[in-house]
């Protein structure tokens, strides 16, 4: 039996999470590492419903407010990241809590990553170009007729994750689902699990209602400010680009706020598949 603990908080977005973990790290007199990847980044408030100031204040959240959105953040990044947040919390305390709906980042906490070959940096810069000339039907053909593996089997909807693929295909010669061997990294201390989840009909109310709350506190200035940033990695996220196809005119802002309810209800429900498939990795 490890003495030290980790507790793993999952769940959709707008389950609970937050609260939740706030009165265990209470019950504990704990820390909190976020495992959330757009709250880590300072200039995004109102659209990544981070913790209040407040709430921070009180327990302190590793993770939150901790990187620029000018610099990459990835899963890596995190990996590297939490575990070091992690011993700094052993350091007083027998138990740390992690809270977030980023499933990447929990599996590579939890079980550690493979070794993906660094991509050769004028191939990425060319990929990147492309597909901001481009767009996303370039990006599907150039993966389909190089990486037939990661067309069939990675995931397709996510322009960043593809790009990443593409250019560890082009500079390895190897898909960058070939480097993945499912091999999990122990630990040196407990993982104990904790996923929260309520009726998907409470669970999409609640999305809408966050989104309406949202608009009046100032969702709308916030991404006005952010709109010289669009193209970066860490904007390509709900809340912000469908605000920012309203301010190029592209819809109107009903529909743009229709498109965030119905865009955070899917990625609710991609969570949901996600964190079921991952529940029984960990105890």
């Given at each position: 039996m490890y003495k030290k603990t980790c507790i793993i908080i999952t769940g959709p977005t707008a389950v609970g999470k937050t609260d939740y973990a706030l009165d265990l790290a209470k019950k504990y007199n704990t820390q909190i590492i976020s495992a959330d990847s757009r709250q880590c980044?300072?200039?995004?408030?109102?659209?990544?419903?981070?913790?209040?100031?407040?709430?921070?204040?009180?327990?302190?959240?590793?993770?939150?407010?901790s990187h620029s959105i000018h610099k990459e953040v990835n899963v890596k990044v995190f990996e590297e990241y939490a575990l070091e947040a992690v011993e700094k919390i052993f350091q007083s305390n027998d138990v740390a809590i992690i809270v977030g709906g980023?499933?990447?980042?929990i599996k590579a906490f939890c079980e550690g990553l493979d070794a993906v070959p660094a991509a050769n940096e004028m191939i990425r810069e060319e990929i990147r170009a492309s597909y901001e000339s481009k767009g996303m039907e370039w990006l599907i053909r150039e993966i389909n007729g190089n990486d037939p593996l990661y067309f069939g089997s990675g995931e397709m909807k996510n322009p960043h994750r593809m790009m990443r693929a593409l250019e560890v295909k082009l500079s390895s010669g190897n898909s960058i689902l070939e480097f993945y061997s499912g091999k999990k990294i122990k630990r040196n201390f407990e993982l104990r699990k904790v996923h929260l989840d309520i009726p998907r009909e409470e669970l999409y109310r609640r999305i809408n209602k966050r989104v309406d709350e949202m608009m009046p506190?100032?969702?709308?200035?916030?991404?006005?400010?952010?709109?010289?940033?669009?193209?970066?990695?860490?904007?390509?996220?709900?809340?912000?680009?469908?605000?920012?196809?309203?301010?190029?005119?592209?819809?109107?802002?009903?529909?743009?706020?229709?498109?965030?309810?119905?865009?955070?209800?899917?990625?609710a429900k991609r969570q949901i598949s996600w964190f079921k498939k991952f529940n029984g990795s960990i105890g």
């Open positions: 980044y300072r200039e995004l408030n109102i659209g990544v419903a981070k913790p209040s100031p407040a709430q921070v204040k009180e327990i302190h959240h590793y993770f939150i407010d980023t499933g990447l980042y506190a100032g969702l709308l200035k916030e991404v006005e400010s952010l709109f010289p940033f669009r193209h970066l990695n860490a904007l390509q996220t709900v809340g912000y680009k469908e605000l920012f196809s309203f301010i190029e005119s592209k819809i109107s802002l009903g529909n743009a706020i229709d498109e965030i309810k119905k865009n955070t209800r899917h990625f």
